[in-house]
């Protein structure tokens, strides 16, 4: 099974519509898929269609002593999605003491699910270290998009073993050309070279609750999201093919 993780460079990138699209785009390529949603504001769920006010997932779970694996939610045969679930602001502080005092938690439950599964998506906080400890990732993703405040958070970035992801990419603007020109110059491989193109259909598929491979399969973002997981496919083959010790 692989692990894949997606987290903002900054608040606002739009990663859980990229979660959602891109679990559904692996899924079409005859992918299991697993979406699994570690952010307190519980909003993954909003794409696979199930009703915000429902408090389950696997966050409320573990605080009343059930079992996690109760909250998982199968959209589609082979595509299932695991909320956060509704926890109030005391309980995420006290669920954030738990995962920072236990690191191996979503290790081990990762290896419960590999049998089950092929990927398993993390959509991952910004901040929020212990939620964010969803263990070793094979993939790891952070997304930003083509603006100054994300051109200056990257001079502080190291982002050790991770790669770039550019969403909302608006090619008539004059700004985000010359902004990912330059990123491809000073970043080179670490740039995921698909991008995710600004396109009304993101917003249109979250209101209908839907990933946007799904509510508009023939819009250019499902497209780009059809060629990102067409590309995690293949940086995962040339991880699983590089000789141990050696970067793919």
């Known amino acids: 099974m692989t692990s894949l993780g997606l987290v903002g460079l900054r608040g606002g990138c739009g990663v859980s519509s990229l979660v959602a699209g891109l679990g559904q785009a692996l899924h079409a390529l005859g992918q299991r898929v697993l979406l699994v949603d570690l952010c307190p504001e519980n909003l993954l769920r909003l794409h696979g269609n199930l009703p915000f006010a429902d408090e389950g997932g696997w966050a409320r779970s573990l ?9 998982l939610w199968q959209l589609r045969e082979g595509l299932c999605l695991l909320p956060y679930g509704r926890l109030a602001a005391a309980e995420q502080g006290q669920l954030e003491r738990f995962l920072l005092g236990t690191p191996e938690f979503w290790s081990t439950r990762r290896a419960e699910l590999a049998a089950h599964f ?6 991952m906080p910004q901040r929020l270290a212990g939620h964010a400890a969803a263990g070793p990732l094979d993939l790891a993703l952070r997304v930003l998009e083509a603006d100054a405040a994300c051109h200056a958070l990257l001079q502080g970035w190291t982002g050790e073993g991770e790669s770039l992801l550019l969403n909302r990419f608006d090619p008539t603007r004059a700004l985000q050309r010359d902004l990912r020109l330059l990123w491809q110059q000073s970043l080179g491989s670490r740039l995921v070279p698909q991008c995710v193109h600004a396109d009304e259909a993101l917003a249109e598929a979250l209101a209908n609750k839907l990933p946007v491979g799904l509510y508009a399969p023939h819009s250019l973002a499902a497209q780009d999201l059809n060629s990102l997981a067409v590309w995690c496919l293949a940086a995962r083959a040339r991880q699983t093919a590089a000789p141990r010790g050696v970067s793919a």
């Open 63 to 71: 605080l009343d002593q059930r079992l996690w694996a109760d909250s």
């Open 118 to 123: 092929d990927w398993l998506l993390f959509d």
